[in-house]
T-cell receptor
Framework: KAGVTQTPRYLIKTRGQQVTLSCSPI?????VSWYQQTPGQGLQFLFE???????NKGNFPGRFSGRQFSNSRSEMNVSTLELGDSALYLC????????????FGPGTRLTVT | AQKITQTQPGMFVQEKEAVTLDCTYD???????LFWYKQPSSGEMIFLIY??????QNATEGRYSLNFQKARKSANLVISASQLGDSAMYFC???????????????FGKGTLLTVNP
């Protein structure tokens, strides 16, 4: 069974631009969560989607948004990029909201210059 | 207050020895879950072990075991017979609240960098 895939793996953007990251969960998984990892703040929860609905959101500005499609694939978008948005963005999937195992993808490393 | 505290920024262990990575947590919920993840230099988070707050037995998965002491709010990870491939960052995480509730997210500690020496 294929794992969680994230595209692209690496991305370099300029301040003020926007970016869209993609996550394909494990086949059959319906819950997708996003996390931001930085050296200073560590791992922080961004949002969780289940059945195409955002169920939970972390403490991030409105520049961070996401969505989930009917096939459970998810995208997150960051508009008006700032230098502080440089991070590893990790996506995790689980079968449903009751599942205790979240399987993470390899992440997208975003660098904002 | 930090919800997950990992007090060891770095740990060293000799190959084939056992090592304990510390984790304490803070929650007022009765129902919660505790997780350990391994993150190699490649960046991918690898699920290791899970302990539910109502589980009476300590969780074990191969060489990994979770020393769960509920009254002390600690959930230490024990790795037996360390291998060179165990060198990585290790994160303790907690999910609070009832399954399906609004708190379905993981709160992570700052991590412990484990180095296994040959």
């Amino acid at each position: 069974k294929a794992g969680v895939t994230q595209t692209p793996r690496y991305l370099i953007k300029t301040r003020g631009q926007q970016v869209t990251l993609s996550c394909s969960p494990i086949s059959g998984h319906r819950s997708v969560s996003w996390y931001q990892q930085t050296p200073g703040q560590g791992l922080q929860f961004l949002f969780e989607y289940f059945s195409e609905t955002q169920r939970n959101k972390g403490n991030f500005p409105g520049r961070f948004s996401g969505r989930q499609f009917s096939n459970s694939r998810s995208e997150m978008n960051v508009s008006t990029l700032e230098l502080g948005d440089s991070a590893l963005y990790l996506c995790a999937s689980s079968f449903d909201r009751l599942g205790y195992e979240q399987y993470f993808g390899p992440g997208t490393r975003l660098t904002v210059t | 207050a930090q919800k997950i505290t990992q007090t060891q920024p770095g740990m060293f262990v000799q190959e084939k020895e056992a090592v304990t990575l510390d984790c304490t947590y803070d929650t007022s919920d009765q129902s919660y879950g505790l997780f350990w993840y391994k993150q190699p230099s490649s960046g991918e988070m690898i699920f290791l072990i899970y302990q539910g707050s109502y589980d009476e037995q300590n969780a074990t998965e191969g060489r990994y075991s979770l020393n769960f002491q509920k009254a002390r709010k600690s959930a230490n990870l024990v790795i037996s017979a360390s291998q060179l491939g165990d060198s990585a960052m290790y994160f303790c995480a907690m999910r609070e609240g009832r399954s399906g509730g609004s708190n379905y997210k993981l709160t992570f500690g700052k991590g412990t960098l484990l180095t296994v020496n040959p």
